[in-house]
């Protein structure tokens, strides 16, 4: 019966271009004969994907500052932790290592501006020379002088200059909760970024303002600086010169970690990478609740046209094509549904409230996102017609002709 | 139930008051189970949603139970005003030695239960992988042991007092490289050794390390106390000692009841997990009732003769309604059932991750609640009920002559 079934294909027409061609149509027919179940398939795929890529961006934003970390920039800090200052005296002996080219610091001003909800990440910095550091900062050089002139000045990424409204000139005022005391700063510089994944939601002021405000009210806490950015003049050295500067200050009443910035900031990433890696695990689990969903509207759907397969096979199409239409049916679902989500995740973005925007800079979708995204859809696509293929290759054709409804 | 027979009249008008028999629920449930495939899918999918809808409450709820559970009611704390947590938080040893002379402060076997305490984030590598990440190490006092009720010594013997030893809580000592028992940890240009390992339950100070606290407040050139901790010989007594204590000149500090405190620290993390998984479980949910709408739609669809035949029996229209809408509610109820099974499983897992307010590591437990369990209930059923309503109404809608003509 089967070798016999198999010459029979001598039977049909035999341009195959064409029969292919009337395929492609009866699926495209097939995916429109409920319109209500195919769109609502189609929705649930694009909130799918939606969801999958946002959850991939937000992840992805996370690492931001360790992707926007350049591998001539160390960080040398107290190796008990951040919480612990280094000496301002260390300056001049890490200035002095070979390989190092530019040294700055900075402290972690945790301020209150207006209210805790209005947060973001101050420094009090060696400025000019900290933004010297940072060529990825992009000043107007008039700016930069204003910033220089005044003490009291302050600089502030472009982002976070529109979430408050500042313009050059308004006063900023900062309540010190770790460092008590008010902080008046003059906005007189804002920065922009050059690529579009520098953190443009920093306000840096100058140190020195911070430091003689500490000398007159805490002495204890003065000439103290957070940590150091140390500017290396080639990437190779950063092992040598991490190492150097380290053994300056070995059994030392603050010892140091010198560590590229890249390592510096996946260090912070790490302390939450018990929730990045549940939004990963979710970011699948979203994709295996569409997976289910749209196998089972192509099961359901396989299902209703199994006499309709059967007339097919009696007119002596072969298995594999009702595997095609079965499978071309649900990948043609899923495309549009991937699209559509894709489409959507881009203004998606826009919309997100800006007390979520604050902590992630640079919030994108960026193409491998998009083609991941579109990629995991055509994959659900396949996957979710093997059942009901299977099924429909396997129908006898007296049984399926037999049943009705 | 005779009665209830004479009801099924075909003649709808007159008897339509009359006592009807709803259709019976066995209807719904056993139209699930002709269409095992399909249903099962469509809950599978609903208990995907499910599960990660009970999993982030049952982490955002892990994380403030394990920070209430550090606190003890009777307890007090008292740190510097304007202090968030002990380790922003100095109190020098003039002021604390006056919070130790307080007379609402319980006494124990061994003198009055009061301790000063220091805090110390120090920066840890993990087993494993090697990464860092911060550890409280807490300077502790003789009285210090008696006012955590939990904390209890599993491995070796506590520290001595006046010595560079310290005792790490199990979370720790299992995570950290050189904090297990016998092992060496170099900060503060000291080398300490571990002599002990403590259990602490499900609280936060098994992610801690204790030491003297004279030790560790030398050994970082400190003179300041973090905060003085102390049990109330009569609970009702912190209204009064609170508001002697703040109003007191000499006294720059805020007194706390130690749960409360502890609370006020899982907030914002707590917050987060929960506003993420509840926007996250929203956008999910929307795809599940999606599901449950393609599938209810066929369902009507391969049922117009059916309906149609239940309609000539007199059955009213709300009565088809409720038999599809109780047929979606079980399915969102299946889907219940299947997700927080699994859900219920993660009981048994930890997870560690740094605490926003205090900055260092915090291990914690997923954990289930009654609460938890009905809010997911109402969430699997309400996705199955949003999901069939839409096409229950079709299914009652449909007119009763073409209904029946249907193959």
Not at chain 1, 308 to 333: D, M
Request: proline content about 5%; aromatic content about 10%; glycine content about 10%.
């Amino acid at each position: 019966m089967n070798g016999a079934a198999g010459k029979g294909e001598l039977l049909l027409p035999r341009p195959f271009p064409q029969k292919n061609l009337k395929m492609l149509k009866l699926t495209w027919r097939n995916l429109f004969r409920h319109p209500l179940r195919a769109s609502l398939t189609i929705l649930g795929l694009a909130v799918a994907v939606l969801a999958f890529c946002l959850l991939r961006t937000v992840v992805a934003a996370w690492y931001a500052g360790v992707e926007a970390s350049s591998p001539l920039r160390l960080v040398t800090r107290n190796a008990i932790s951040l919480m612990y200052p280094l000496p301002l005296a260390y300056l001049p002996k890490i200035q002095n290592v070979a390989g190092v080219t530019k040294v700055a610091y900075a402290y972690w001003f945790e301020g209150i501006y207006i209210d805790k909800k209005h947060f973001f990440p101050q420094f009090a910095a060696s400025l000019p020379g900290y933004l010297d550091i940072y060529p990825e900062f992009l000043i107007p050089p008039e700016q930069k002088l204003a910033l220089v002139q005044d003490r009291r000045g302050c600089i502030a990424g472009r982002r976070l200059a529109q979430r408050f409204g500042w313009r050059l000139g308004d006063a900023i005022t900062l309540t010190g909760t770790y460092f008590k005391g008010e902080y008046r700063l003059i906005l007189r510089a804002v920065y922009t970024g050059k690529e579009p994944e520098t953190d443009e939601t920093l306000l840096f002021f100058h140190y020195d303002y911070l430091n003689e405000t500490l000398k007159k009210t805490d002495p204890k806490q003065a000439d103290q600086v957070g940590w150091f950015m140390v500017q290396i003049a080639r990437g190779d050295l950063a092992a040598p010169v991490s190492r150097h500067i380290d053994a300056l200050f070995k059994n030392s009443l603050a010892e140091t970690i010198t560590e590229t910035e890249k390592a510096f900031q996946m260090g912070f990433v790490e302390m939450t990478s018990a929730i990045l890696m549940a939004m990963r695990v979710v970011s699948w689990a979203i994709i295996g609740v569409i997976m289910i969903v749209l196998a089972n509207t192509m099961a359901m759907s396989a299902r209703e046209r199994l006499g309709e397969y059967a007339v097919l096979k009696t007119l002596g199409f072969r298995p594999r094509h009702l595997a095609g239409l079965i499978l071309g049916e649900s990948l043609l679902l899923a495309a549009l549904g991937g699209v559509a989500g894709l489409a959507l995740s881009i203004p998606a973005v826009r919309v997100f409230p800006p007390d979520v925007t604050q902590y992630f800079p640079g919030l994108e979708v960026s193409p491998q996102t998009q083609l991941l995204g579109l990629t995991v859809a055509l994959a659900v696509g396949g996957l979710a017609a093997i059942l009901p293929a299977y099924r429909a290759t396997q129908i006898g054709i007296a049984q399926a002709l037999r049943k009705v409804g | 139930m005779g009665e209830g027979a004479k009801g099924r009249s075909p003649w709808p008008s007159p008897h339509r008051n009359l006592v009807i028999m709803p259709i019976p629920l066995s209807y719904s449930y056993r139209n699930l189970l002709t269409r095992r495939l399909t249903s099962f899918l469509t809950a599978a999918g609903m208990a995907l949603v499910v599960f990660v809808f009970a999993a982030a409450l049952m982490l955002a709820e892990g994380l403030r139970q394990t920070l209430v559970a550090t606190g003890s009611f009777d307890n007090a704390i008292v740190l510097r005003a304007g202090s968030e947590t002990e380790v922003q938080s100095a109190l020098d040893r003039t002021q604390a030695a006056i919070v130790t002379a307080q007379p609402e402060i319980a006494m124990g076997p061994e003198g009055p239960l009061v301790a000063s305490e220091a805090m110390v984030l120090i920066n840890l590598a993990k087993r494993g992988t090697g990464r860092p990440a911060n550890v409280m190490i807490r300077g502790v006092q003789p009285g210090s042991l008696a006012l955590r009720r939990e904390v209890r010594l599993i491995e070796g013997r506590w520290f001595r007092p006046g010595s560079t030893e310290l005792v790490a809580g199990a979370q720790i000592a299992r995570r950290f490289v050189g904090a297990g028992l016998g092992e060496e940890l170099r900060f503060a240009m000291r080398t300490w050794r571990i002599v002990g390992v403590f259990d602490a339950g499900n609280t936060g100070f098994a992610s801690e390390i204790w030491g003297d606290v004279e030790q560790l407040l030398q050994a970082f050139r400190r003179t300041a106390y973090s905060s003085v901790i102390l049990r109330l010989q009569d609970p009702l007594a912190f209204a009064g000692l609170k508001a002697r204590l703040e109003a007191d000149p000499r006294l720059p500090v805020q007194v706390r009841r130690e749960v409360e405190f502890y609370e006020a620290q899982s907030r914002r993390l707590a917050d987060f997990i929960r506003m993420l998984g509840l926007v996250l479980t929203a956008i999910f949910g929307l795809g599940a009732v999606l599901g449950a709408m393609v599938t209810m739609y066929a369902q009507v669809g391969t049922r117009i003769a059916e309906i149609g035949t239940l309609r000539a029996l007199g059955f009213p229209r709300h009565d088809i309604l409720l038999a599809f809408l109780v047929e979606a509610g079980l399915l969102g109820g299946l889907g219940w059932i299947i997700g927080l099974v699994p859900a219920g499983l993660l009981n048994f897992f930890t997870l560690s991750t740094v605490n926003w307010a205090s900055f260092a590591e915090l291990t914690f437990r997923f954990t289930l609640t009654p609460g938890i369990v009905l809010k997911s209930l109402a969430f699997g059923v309400g996705m199955g009920l949003l999901g069939g309503l839409l096409p229950a109404i079709k299914a009652a809608r449909l007119p009763l002559l073409e209904a029946l003509k249907a193959p």
